[in-house]
């Protein structure tokens, strides 16, 4: 048996900045992962400068892919709005290994399956035990099924679906593109390209309404494969692979006891651009300053909005999940 003090479940950026602010904190911290970094993870790798601060990501001497766009192009109804912004890319097979490896945390490689109570510590699988336990598994995460399941029902109507290709290619448009809403979808499809010639491009929506709409998600993605040949010349010839995570719903309980759900485990990604490595981050660094200091695992800090949580992102948010279970104000506050 395996005694810690904190056991992390899940070694991508919710676990990774969980861990490293523990130990920083002065925390003995084991994160547990079922696989061995570097690890691939289906994700387009937009970052936004909160979460290069949040990391203490340096450009300058961060030794992977890191590409900052000028311009982000919205595509809506045949509209084109073209955005100044500064926003970066990152492959998360790069990123996350970084991530993980920057924590100074120890890792071991073990799949969590049982977690059970035991004289008010938590046992995993009967070879771990810890006193405070951190889910950061993302969508499948065994410390949600395990302890949160009726607490945090998942809401059907916030689930995603995704389909996503990341490869090698020299690409001419050093831009990231987003088109919405696209032949009824409701979600979008992205061109994000990375650094020294990767591209990753794809396609995600609701999927309760695509079911409703009597579509599934391979339907838009052959569409978007077509128009990707006719606006950029790629020929996608490989199979996309998919995944599926949920967005930010009126969340009432991410702590029971010394057990705290973090990222994708507890469903954060914001409700207009289904970005989920932001509030991965915040909220794993929320949840280890709680076991470090006692402060109260608040996510009021943890924006559910990418665009500001202004009439855009509610009217995005509308276009997406038809106002279903909407959170708090607060939780849609910007960082
Ligand atoms: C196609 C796609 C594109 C996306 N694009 C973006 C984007 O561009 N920008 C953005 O901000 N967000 C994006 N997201 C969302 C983002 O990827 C997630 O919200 C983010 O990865 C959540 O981080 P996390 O640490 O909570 O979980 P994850 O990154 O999923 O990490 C969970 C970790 O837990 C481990 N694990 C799982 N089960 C177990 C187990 N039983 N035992 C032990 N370990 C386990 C996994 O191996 C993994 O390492 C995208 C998602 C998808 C699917």
Redesign the pocket.
């Known amino acids: 048996m395996r005694n810690c003090e904190v056991i992390v479940?899940?070694?991508?950026?919710?676990?990774a900045s969980a861990a490293r602010r523990l130990q920083q904190g002065g925390a003995q911290v084991l994160v547990?992962?079922?696989?061995v970094f570097p690890?691939p993870?289906?994700?387009?790798?937009?970052?936004t400068p909160e979460v290069v601060r949040d990391v203490d990501l340096d450009p300058a001497t961060y030794p992977h892919r890191f590409l900052s766009f000028r311009r982000l192009h919205w595509h809506l109804k045949g509209l084109h709005l073209p955005i100044p912004c500064v926003q970066h890319s990152i492959r998360r097979l790069e990123f996350?290994a970084w991530l993980l490896e920057q924590s100074g945390a120890q890792v071991a490689a073990?799949?969590?399956?049982q977690i059970e109570r035991d004289r008010g510590d938590y046992l995993i699988d009967g070879q771990y035990r810890c006193k405070y336990l951190i889910g950061?598994?993302?969508t499948?995460?065994?410390v949600h099924r395990n302890l949160f399941r009726q607490a945090l029902p998942r809401v059907r109507a916030l689930q995603t679906v995704?389909l996503?290709l990341e490869f090698a290619h020299e690409w001419r448009d050093p831009d990231c593109h987003l088109w919405f809403f696209e032949d009824g979808l409701p979600g979008y499809s992205w061109y994000?390209p990375k650094a020294r010639g990767w591209l990753n491009v794809?396609i995600?929506g609701m999927a309760q309404r695509l079911k409703q709409r009597g579509e599934d998600i391979w339907l838009h993605w052959q569409r978007f494969s077509q128009r990707l040949e006719q606006r950029f010349g790629i020929r996608i010839a490989l199979e996309p692979s998919g995944?599926s995570?949920y967005v930010r719903g009126p969340i009432d309980v991410v702590r029971l006891d010394n057990a705290f759900l973090?990222?994708?485990?507890a469903g954060l990604?914001t409700r207009d651009l289904?970005?989920?490595?932001?509030p991965?981050v915040r909220s794993g660094l929320r949840a280890a300053d709680s076991v470090l200091h006692g402060a109260d695992y608040d996510l009021a800090n943890v924006t559910g909005a990418s665009m500001g949580g202004g009439w855009i992102s509610r009217m995005v948010d509308w276009g997406f999940t038809r106002g279903v279970g909407r959170p708090a104000v607060g939780a849609a506050a910007p960082i």
């Open positions: 479940v899940g070694g991508g950026p919710a676990g547990l992962d079922k696989e690890r993870k289906l994700c387009a790798g937009w970052i996350d073990h799949t969590v399956r950061a598994a993302g499948a995460c065994p995704t996503e994000v794809g995600g995944y995570y973090t990222g994708d485990a990604a289904c970005e989920g490595i932001g991965a």
